[in-house]
């Protein structure tokens, strides 16, 4: 286990910084056209999106405590709303072990540096895991300048760390040097902790030395989780990467369309996204882009329900898996494979399976199960229905309601 508060013994940090230190809510309220820009930014921001807030309300109420976690071979600076920080477990769990040597640092072609694979991943491989080197609330209540904030975090870190967090890039320009580098590398992240009074306070800043080096693509290689229970950050391939190739990742959702990508990627991180999904050669290229992520944004929100389909006699026994192929075309064509493609994996097994079609049904669930590579409790449920395909819940269902045959697709 890993001790959470280390308040007694920041032991790398400079030893002038007190152990634990306490930043108060702001003595007097800031004026009601800063607390209004503040409320539209929020309900704003794709990472809040809070629709009720209201910040003249928090910053009369927050107070903060800032420590240092310490980790096996790794420390955190971390600043905490106390409100958050009181509903932390006490103890996280060790993260599973990081694979040895699949990435390394080094310079793209335009955009800085990146990571890079060291060696082929399949789909679903663990790129890392890692520890956070700081956090710090995504909305920050407090009297005192941001700049000094971030000073008082950065100057808790051991000279090594600190050096390493002031040598990410920044890409802001109207802001303070360290706020900047906060702001050009950190990730938001959920701190799920149960009964949170105020939602908001659960959205932070985490930033990564090493998965702080990914760049951006809107067709992502990687996808990253945060776990709360271990306080570290999952990296995944989501398809399969070559050795040498750049390991991206989403900084924003990627089902918007082009023009909207680009302004939330300005708005939030100042640069214009040099990837190669928006490196389109025409209008019409990009109006297809759009329209596929505007599709495969809705595909499930317009889907009919699996049982509905299979009870329903006037739905054609095609219908949903056609729909699926369609999305994982879209998916492919898009680079989103982000967006659980593997859910339209299992659903066509699904399908099948209710049909009653062994030979598609194995093909499909064996896939399914293929992906599922960190999922031990999914891999069970599709090798037992692999194993013994009528234990598949709905084997059958459709054709006996629809009483005819699927043409093969
Ligand atoms: C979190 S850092 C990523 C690592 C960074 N390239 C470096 O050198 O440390 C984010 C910055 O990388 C650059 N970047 C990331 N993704 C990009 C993209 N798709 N197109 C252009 N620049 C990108 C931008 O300057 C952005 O502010």
Same mark, same amino acid.
């Given at each position: ?21 306490? =930043?108060?809510?702001? @003595? ?36 903060? *405590? ?35 040597? *699949?990435?390394?640092?080094?310079? *793209? ?9 060291? +060696?082929?991943?399949?789909? &679903? ?17 407090? &009297? ?34 360290? #706020? ?38 809107? &067709?992502?290689? !990687? ?16 398809? @399969? ?12 959702? /990627? ?15 100042? =640069? *214009? ?7 389109? @050669? ?34 054609? @026994?095609?219908?949903?898996? +056609? ?19 593997? +859910? ?6 699904? /399908?099948? &399976?209710?049909?009653?079609?062994? #030979?598609?049904?194995?093909?499909? !669930? ?17 090798? +037992? $229905? ?8 709905? $084997? ?14």
């Amino acid at each position: 286990m890993i001790a959470k508060d280390c308040a007694s013994s920041s032991s790398s940090g400079p030893s002038s910084s007190p152990a634990r230190c306490r =930043f108060s809510a702001a @003595p007097t309220p800031p004026p009601p056209h800063v607390c209004a820009r503040i409320n539209a930014q929020v309900t704003s921001d794709p990472v809040l999106a809070r629709p009720n807030f209201d910040f003249d309300q928090h910053v009369r109420s927050r107070s903060y *405590t800032m420590q240092n976690f310490a980790f096996e071979d790794f420390e955190a600076a971390v600043l905490l709303d106390e409100g958050v920080e009181s509903l932390l477990p006490e103890t996280f769990h060790p993260p599973c072990p990081a694979p040895l040597y *699949t990435f390394e640092i080094g310079a *793209t072609e335009n955009d800085g540096l990146g990571m890079f694979a060291l +060696k082929d991943m399949p789909a &679903g491989s663990l790129v890392l895991v890692e520890h956070p080197v700081m956090v710090a609330p995504y909305l920050l209540g407090i &009297g005192v300048p941001l700049a000094d904030v971030y000073a008082e975090i950065f100057g808790r870190l051991s000279p090594d760390l600190c050096d390493e967090l002031m040598d990410l890039s920044n890409s802001m320009e109207d802001c303070d040097l360290l #706020e900047g580098i906060v702001r050009t590398n950190a990730l938001g992240i959920q701190l799920e902790v149960p009964d949170v009074p105020n939602p908001e306070l659960t959205t932070h800043r985490a930033v990564f030395l090493n998965t702080s080096r990914c760049n951006h693509s809107c &067709g992502p290689n !990687a996808r990253w989780e945060w776990d709360t229970n271990t306080f570290s950050l999952y990296l995944t391939a989501v398809r @399969p990467i070559r050795k040498g190739e750049e390991i991206t990742i989403q900084y924003i959702a /990627c089902t918007q369309s082009r023009k909207e990508r680009h302004a939330t990627l300005h708005s939030l991180y100042n =640069f *214009t996204c040099a990837c190669k999904y928006c490196a389109l @050669p025409s209008h019409d290229a990009i109006r297809t882009s759009d329209a596929t992520r505007a599709a495969l944004e809705s595909f499930w929100r317009v889907l009919p329900p699996f049982e509905e389909w299979c009870l329903d006699p006037i739905m054609a @026994p095609d219908a949903l898996i +056609k729909r699926h192929f369609d999305a994982l075309k879209m998916i492919k064509q898009e680079g989103l494979q982000v967006l659980d493609a593997e +859910k339209h994996v299992d659903a066509i097994a699904m /399908c099948y &399976g209710s049909l009653a079609d062994l #030979e598609l049904f194995t093909a499909w !669930a064996g896939r399914a199960k293929d992906a599922k590579l960190h999922d031990a409790k999914q891999t069970l449920v599709f090798a +037992k $229905w692999l194993s013994n395909p009528v234990s598949f819940p709905a $084997w059958g269902w459709k054709k006996t309601f629809c009483g005819r045959e699927l043409g093969k697709l």
